[in-house]
């Protein structure tokens, strides 16, 4: 079993949508949970940085931890064209700097 | 901002050459990762340096090398560039106990011909 599991998508969606994108991992020493954007030929950027289990809301963007089921959300309200991209469901363990990536689900948002 | 810079977004080598890729961090960041990224099979970990002249082999390192003789430059190197080393290359860098927050560059598509 992978450590972390995505599906690659693509996820199609009609501009305003609500995009619901997931992730399970196995490892349950992780304890940081990101979500990370990649544009089209772009590096990755870091969108949402959680600690632990619960939510956290930032603008259209709301991610949630459940680490007794080991499965990550990454919701997205008013969806908008420019939300297309890939989006890697990224945990960590603590005192560990190297991150586990997720392969990543491709997001697109149709006007 | 945090910027990670790397040297070239394209190449095209042919089979056998050396092919340098540099990467330069301007945050004073103690990590430095490489990266490639093939579809289908997401990022992985060639090589990181939590250290000028420290780098550790990462999940890919066969047929790489690696150069981390100043603090924001970090090299990776092909010694005899290979068609399956085709892919694109992505440089990170993070600060010294940051979990999970990389600040990657733009990348540089290899093609190997």
């Known amino acids: 079993q992978k450590e972390v599991e995505q599906d690659p998508g693509p996820l199609s969606v009609p501009e305003g949508a609500i995009v619901s994108l997931n992730c399970t991992y196995s490892?349950?020493?992780?304890?940081?949970f990101m979500w990370y954007r990649q544009y089209s030929r772009k590096g990755p950027e870091l969108l949402m940085y959680?600690?632990?289990?619960g939510n956290k809301e930032d603008g259209r963007f709301t991610a949630q931890v459940d680490k007794s089921s080991k499965y990550i959300s990454l919701f997205i309200r008013d969806s908008q064209p420019s939300d297309s991209a890939t989006y890697l469901c990224?945990?960590?363990?603590?005192?560990?700097?190297?991150?586990?990536f997720g392969r990543g689900t491709s997001l697109i948002v149709h006007p | 901002d945090v910027k990670v810079t790397q040297s070239s977004r394209y190449l095209v080598k042919r089979t056998g050459e050396k092919v340098f890729l540099e990467c330069v961090q301007d945050m004073d960041h103690e990590n430095m990762f490489w990266y490639r990224q093939d579809p289908g099979l997401g990022l992985r970990l060639i090589y990181f340096?939590?250290?000028?002249?420290?780098?550790e082999k990462g999940d890919i390192p066969e047929g790489y090398s690696v150069s981390r003789e100043k603090k924001e430059r970090f090299s990776l190197i092909l010694e005899s560039a290979s068609t399956n080393q085709t892919s694109m290359y992505l440089c990170?860098?993070?600060?010294?106990?940051?979990?999970?927050?990389?600040?990657f560059g733009e990348g540089s598509r290899l093609t190997v011909l």
């Open positions: 990170a860098s993070s600060l010294q106990g940051a979990t999970g927050e990389l600040f």
């Open positions: 959680t600690y632990s289990s």
């Open positions: 990224v945990p960590a363990s603590g005192g560990s700097y190297i991150p586990t």
């Open positions: 490892n349950s020493a992780f304890q940081y």
């Open positions: 340096s939590y250290d000028v002249k420290m780098k």
